[in-house]
């Protein structure tokens, strides 16, 4: 059978991905190039300044992945590109490069949902992966928990009603001087401190729902930041550590609450807040206890990349999923 390759390009957030991927799970080579520095100075993401590092690095970044890959641009069979959801102005970047270069080659081309290839970069790692199973989608922008039949069939049981745990993590890290990128720093402030001296809630732990709510525990967060600041007594590492684990608490119980009452075999866990060391310790230790087996994606793969683009993509080129010149991006679902 002839071995298929796919170029991914992913520009939806803050991240110029390029990568190419074989028969949809061996990466040939996967290149992010974080603009972490560029944004770190405004304490987060800036839209605008986004797009206009895209359009900056695309070219170089796709090069690199295709000289890292070993391949040249006559060996690419087709184009996946994350077409929704993120920043239009940065999605509309990739969108637009994965047009012109299909359309110059003569190659199809394939928009990617971003959320189900963070799903997928679980399969790139763990091919051995079966079905039904429940994923726990934790990036940015979502916190969700999806019953899979399989890729076409899934099942939403709940989300956030307000913020997602990475942008919890994000707007936590702001206010008590962490920085940006927000969660690893939390992590990393986390790991110097101790849960448990304070107190935060843990929301909807008891609900017999699955949905989410991260906006109280980070009001809480602050309520308690400012008033030990005001008494000079805030130890900001056994904060960190605190929200971390009322967090992590929270996603964890409510995932395997879900993997009992369906039943599902397997647990699996996507998206950038994957990538949380803590977060991982303890859906490990419960994996344990539970006896369901667990799956997640490396660190490198859980955060934003072309890879899990690419890999997706080679399931739609395979179903000749083709999009059309037409195509939008789309900042929502
Ligand atoms: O999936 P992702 O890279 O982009 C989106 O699709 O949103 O997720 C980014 C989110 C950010 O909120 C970031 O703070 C969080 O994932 N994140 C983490 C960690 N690394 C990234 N949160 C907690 N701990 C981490 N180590
Ligand atoms: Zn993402």
């Given at each position: 059978m002839k071995s298929i390759n796919i170029l991914g390009v992913e520009t939806s957030c803050d991240e110029t991905a390029a990568a190419v991927v074989r028969n949809?799970?061996?990466?040939l080579s996967n290149i992010i190039n974080s603009q972490i520095e560029v944004h770190q100075r405004y304490g987060g993401v800036v839209p605008e300044i986004a797009s206009r590092q895209h359009v900056e690095n695309i070219g170089a970044v796709v090069t690199e992945a295709l000289r890292a890959a070993a391949v040249?641009?006559?060996?690419?069979?087709a184009v996946a590109v994350t077409n929704?959801?993120?920043?239009i102005g940065a999605l509309l970047v990739g969108l637009s490069y994965a047009k012109a270069l299909a359309y110059a080659l003569n190659k199809p081309f394939m928009g990617i949902n971003h959320l189900e290839g963070h799903i997928y970069a679980n399969f790139i790692e763990h091919p051995s992966i079966t079905f039904p199973l429940i994923c726990l989608l934790v990036s940015g922008g979502h916190t969700s928990l999806i019953y899979m039949e399989d890729f076409q069939n899934t099942r939403l049981l709940g989300a956030t009603r307000d913020d997602a745990a990475g942008e919890a993590f994000d707007k936590v890290a702001r206010f008590l001087g962490l920085?940006?990128?927000g969660g690893p720093a939390v992590e990393k402030a986390a790991a110097q401190g101790k849960a448990g001296l304070y107190t935060l809630p843990r929301p909807y732990?008891?609900?017999?729902?699955?949905e989410f709510s991260f906006s109280g525990l980070k009001t809480a967060a602050m309520n308690m930041c400012n008033k030990l600041n005001k008494n000079g007594s805030l130890n900001v590492y056994d904060l960190a550590a605190e929200f971390q684990e009322a967090l992590v608490e929270v996603l964890v119980e409510k995932t395997f609450k879900a993997a009992r009452r369906f039943s599902a075999p397997n647990v699996l866990v996507a998206g950038g807040?994957?990538?949380?060391s803590r977060l991982r310790e303890m859906m490990r230790l419960k994996s344990k206890i539970s006896d369901i087996p667990l799956f997640f994606p490396s660190v490198k793969m859980?955060?934003?990349?072309?890879a899990m683009i690419a890999g997706l993509g080679y399931h739609h080129y395979k179903m000749k999923n083709f999009a059309k010149l037409d195509l939008n991006a789309y900042p929502g679902l």
């Open positions: 949809g799970d061996e990466v040249s641009i006559q060996d690419i069979d929704r959801p993120g920043l920085g940006y990128p732990l008891d609900k017999n729902d699955f807040v994957a990538a949380n859980c955060t934003d990349n072309a």
